[in-house]
């Protein structure tokens, strides 16, 4: 079967589907995405992405496509015209088709609207959980508005590629003081000695991840000792255990730093636990 997308207003075969050339996300990033993972036939905690991507729509002072509603009927087709039980659904807004000039276009510009959806092998993915992934470490060099969900991501795509290429999964950036950040496209956690579940506090610096605000609460209900707090590479690699976030990857074990094996080298218990129980306090729409 073959995929379908939805672009500004119509459903079209995904091998077809295209933007106008002066589109300015093509032309300058200019615009935001969401990416809510599918699980067991549910939406998983669309009101939060939702929530996030009206978020960073305001930051950039793009208008929403239309209204949530509709969004999230246009959301429900895509991912039925795909047949998708498990997997991903990718929502892309920009500001719209105009000459290519930096200045915004004028106020009557809609904004564009891509929706696209593909199903993905979960038992793929708990095989890989199972054996747990390797981060590289990289120097920070985005620009410091990472808290917008922008799809302005060179810099990520420069630091996953390498990662790629060293053997690993993800990258870490590291700033001027050695601390992580977050991952090219998740966050970063680790495990103390003593057990407490560490985070960077999502203020500034990186993005508030949704998966990230479900692990905490996941923690909570757990009585899982929480510190949002920066930690340093060399904290990292020493640490008990370590593992990252996000929609695509829920929580994943990481068992290597750089060249550093992290604890005995094999997904640690509060990460599989995490990882296990995590649908069990995301919000779940059904489809």
Same mark, same amino acid.
């Given at each position: 079967m073959s995929r379908v997308a939805y672009v500004n207003g119509q459903y079209v075969p995904h091998s077809q589907a295209c933007v106008h050339i002066e589109d300015r996300g093509y032309q300058f990033a200019d615009g935001v995405y969401e990416v809510c993972e599918i699980w067991n036939r549910n939406i998983v905690d669309e &009101? +939060?992405? %939702?929530?996030? %991507?009206?978020?960073?729509?305001?930051?950039?002072?793009?208008? !929403? @496509?239309?209204?949530? @509603? !509709? %969004?999230?009927? =246009?959301? +429900?087709e895509v991912i039925r015209r795909n047949r998708v039980k498990n997997g991903l659904v990718y929502l892309q807004v920009t500001r719209g088709v105009a000459k290519r000039d930096h200045y915004f276009p004028a106020g009557d510009t809609p904004p564009a609207l891509v929706v696209t959806a593909r199903s993905t092998d979960p038992r793929a993915a708990e095989k890989a959980a199972e054996t747990g992934c390797a981060v590289i470490t990289v120097p920070e060099n985005r620009w410091e508005r990472v808290d917008i969900k922008s799809i302005g991501l060179l810099p990520n795509v420069l630091a996953k590629q390498k990662a790629k290429e060293q053997g690993a999964k993800e990258a870490w950036f590291v700033d001027r003081d050695g601390n992580v950040t977050e991952g090219g496209s998740t966050n970063a956690w680790i495990v103390t000695k003593e057990g407490a579940l560490v985070? &960077?506090? !999502?203020?500034?610096?990186?993005?508030?991840?949704?998966? &990230?605000?479900?692990? =905490?609460?996941? !923690?909570?209900?757990?009585? =899982?000792?929480?510190?949002?707090? @920066?930690?340093t590479v060399e904290e990292a690699k020493s640490a008990r255990e370590a593992f990252i976030t996000a929609a695509s990857t829920i929580v994943m074990p990481v068992v290597r730093i750089d060249d550093t094996v992290v604890a005995n080298g094999y997904p640690g218990a509060i990460s599989r636990m995490l990882r296990e129980k995590f649908h069990e306090v995301s919000e779940l729409e059904s489809l």
């Open positions: &009101r +939060r992405h %939702l929530d996030r %991507l009206d978020r960073s729509l305001r930051e950039l002072s793009i208008d !929403a @496509p239309m209204g949530r @509603p !509709a %969004l999230c009927l =246009i959301m +429900r985070t &960077r506090p !999502a203020e500034a610096g990186i993005l508030r991840g949704i998966t &990230r605000q479900v692990v =905490i609460e996941l !923690a909570a209900r757990e009585g =899982i000792k929480f510190e949002e707090r @920066p930690f």
